[in-house]
């Protein structure tokens, strides 16, 4: 019984030693951040400052960017020589995307933009190339909303051998219910007929 009184009271003792150790002349609670609200020179909370009810709004739906199979590379050969790896003019590839999305009423406009390169092949090219960029925004069971063609021009030379190009496309307006997913990526296709 003396024993546990005597640690008791040890420990009583020790509690009001570490207790002095932060005492101050201020007054009660004056170095206590939690007493003040004083947190590293700053407050919790400003007075009579109204709180903006749009920091609290659920962030709207923007459809995310894919690219469609292997449309992330274009290979273009010069003309009697595709699939001979010395007639490859050049090959172009999609590397980077990003998307944002402006809501208007029910209607939503889509920005997307585009990074890529440009490489040169055996047989080369000289002056400007045309990447045939498709950006499609699809629906529900991949029905197409909204499809445009953009040709970036890309300014190549025989001695530069590689070139990055970028692009951003905004002009693209879907009903915002609707739009699911954005696909981009090369329209060979669409390239052949304009070469």
């Known amino acids: 019984m003396r024993g ?5 009271a040890g420990a009583l003792a020790g509690l009001l030693l570490l207790g002095a150790c932060g005492s ?11 007493l003040t609200g004083d947190f590293s020179g700053g407050k ?6 109204p709180v903006d009810p749009t920091l609290f709004e659920r962030q709207k739906f923007c459809p995310q960017v894919e690219v469609r199979g292997d449309s992330h590379l274009l290979t273009v050969y010069a003309r009697g020589q ?5 007639g490859l ?6 590397r980077e995307w ?3 999305c402006f809501h208007s009423g029910d209607m939503v406009t889509i920005k997307v933009g585009v990074i890529g390169r440009v490489v040169s092949g055996p047989a080369g090219v000289d002056g400007a190339v045309d990447l045939p960029l498709r950006i499609a925004v699809t629906g529900d069971e ?3 909303l909204a499809s445009e063609l ?27 219910a609707g739009a699911s997913r954005i696909y981009i990526g090369f329209d060979e296709e669409a390239g052949r007929k304009r070469r």
């Open 4 to 8: 546990r009184a005597a640690a008791r």
């Open 24 to 34: 101050s002349d201020g007054p009660p609670g004056a170095g206590n951040p939690f």
């Open 44 to 49: 919790i909370a400003e007075e009579n400052k």
């Open 82 to 86: 595709e699939d001979d790896p010395s």
């Open 89 to 94: 003019r050049y090959q172009a590839t999609i």
């Open 98 to 100: 990003a998307r944002e």
């Open 142 to 144: 991949d029905a197409v």
């Open 150 to 176: 953009v040709p970036v021009a890309v300014a190549m030379t025989a001695a530069s051998g590689t070139q990055a190009w970028n692009t951003v496309v905004d002009s693209i307006t879907v009903p915002a």
